[in-house]
């Protein structure tokens, strides 16, 4: 990918580059988020933990522009994104996987990723092409290039849903469970790729539930649970914090 993207907003003085302010998201009377604050600044590397339901992937989404909010506000580079959809946070630079790698069936690997290029960072032919290519070398899938994106394992899947994420040139990358099914040597090659983002001045925030993959990664943990977060800050601090032992890694039990 190349190091200089094209021109986007940039962080204010505190560095802050996406932020969620008393975010609340219901679905009828279930609450799934409570009140969530929560920021991303240049440089950060965020892991995100908590038990299965505690708000992890709803909190991506409100993020990402993929959920309306409840009542609270979502910030990026200091201006009210709140009310902007997912096409239009991601042509300002706010990119996600999903859970679920999510191919266009019935085009090539790289028309998939040619089509984030295009669609989701807003480039014009010649850089969409670069953009896209770029994205399928940094994950190891040009040698794909022209295999049909529903034919791919789940390891090439994946891969391919974080090529279609780089692809738009993102400021800030929302990985959700991007190692899961993956083996500890699938894990690996997936690590060192984030880490060449992490060079690249890409904010990465990443939701995984294979704690020792994320913390290759992670130089912040936030621990999530009933769609409150419970613990943010160091990872050696977090993951002895009572509240989180409890919650996530089941105390006692």
């Not at 440089?43 to 522009?65: E, R």
């Not at 160091?234 to 409890?246: G, I, Q, R």
Request: net charge neutral.
């Amino acid at each position: 990918m190349p190091k200089v993207a094209k021109p986007r907003h940039t962080p204010g003085a505190d560095g802050i580059l996406l932020s969620a302010h008393a975010v609340h998201k219901s679905f009828g009377a279930l609450v799934v988020l409570d009140g969530v604050d929560f920021t991303v600044a240049r440089g950060d590397a965020i892991g995100i933990v908590g038990p299965n339901g505690a708000g992890k992937t709803t909190l991506m989404g409100a993020l990402s522009g993929s959920h309306t909010l409840s009542a609270g506000s979502i910030s990026f580079c200091g201006t009210d994104v709140t009310h902007l959809d997912a096409a239009r946070r991601c042509r300002l630079g706010v990119a996600r996987t999903h859970q679920i790698p999510r191919p266009f069936s019935g085009m090539t690997v790289f028309e998939n990723v040619l089509a984030a290029a295009v669609h989701g960072g807003g480039f014009a032919r010649t850089a969409a092409y670069d953009h896209a290519s770029d994205a399928l070398e940094l994950c190891g899938m040009l040698k794909l290039a022209n295999r049909r994106a529903e034919t791919l394992g789940l390891l090439d899947r994946k891969r391919l849903e974080l090529a279609r994420a780089l692809a738009s040139a993102p400021v800030v990358l929302l990985l959700d469970e991007i190692g899961g099914g993956l083996t500890d040597g699938e894990a690996s090659e997936l690590v060192a790729t984030i880490a060449i983002l992490q060079q690249r001045d890409i904010a990465i925030v990443w939701i995984e539930h294979i704690v020792h993959v994320l913390l290759q990664i992670a130089r912040r943990l936030v621990c999530m649970d009933a769609g409150r977060i419970i613990a943010d800050g160091d990872p050696k601090t977090v993951l002895t914090d009572a509240s989180v032992v409890d919650a996530y890694l089941g105390g006692g039990h």
